[in-house]
């Protein structure tokens, strides 16, 4: 009913070549992050779990973490009141995750599905292409590694 489109099935080379692309647009920390907490849903001591928890946490989600993601503050201040009250669940980082997830699929895969690196891609019947050039998605821009909405004050960044 009001849920959002699933993302089409994964192949391989297809996921490879938009890991290849969010690399090329500074982008790869949200895949990283998803991923990184897909692992750490998976059953595993208490333990293990508290420290992974504390590792992603502080290299994804606190604000100036080494591979930091755009998620909310609230969801940023719920992490980490979890982690700092011990009150680690498989399900510690699902808001963080599902906030991602959510650019990715509103922002980042749109753009490289019209970006030149998969236009080629299709073209060649799945060869990867060698130029390297993609666009900007108009009504989207990347600033500062995070995934924001165009707006008009940064028209002038759209040129460049």
Do not use: W
Request: some cysteine; charged content about 25%.
């Amino acid at each position: 009913m009001g849920r959002e489109p699933a993302l089409p099935p994964v192949r391989l080379d297809g996921a490879a070549l938009f890991g290849k692309f969010v690399t090329q647009e500074n982008q790869q920390n949200t895949l990283l992050f998803y991923f990184a907490v897909e692992g750490y849903k998976k059953d595993r001591p208490n333990n293990e779990r508290t420290e992974l928890a504390k590792i992603i946490h502080r290299k994804f989600v606190k604000l100036n973490g080494e591979a930091s993601v755009d998620v909310s503050p609230i969801v940023r201040t719920k992490v980490a009141e979890a982690i700092r009250n011990s009150a680690i669940s498989p399900g510690l980082f699902d808001s963080a995750q599902q906030e991602v997830e959510r650019c990715i699929r509103e922002t980042s895969y749109p753009m490289f599905l019209k970006s030149d690196l998969y236009v080629q891609y299709v073209s060649n019947g799945g060869i990867s292409p060698t130029r390297r050039r993609v666009p900007v998605q108009a009504g989207h821009i990347y600033l500062r590694g995070t995934c924001q909405p165009y707006t008009r004050t940064q028209n002038s960044l759209m040129s460049l």
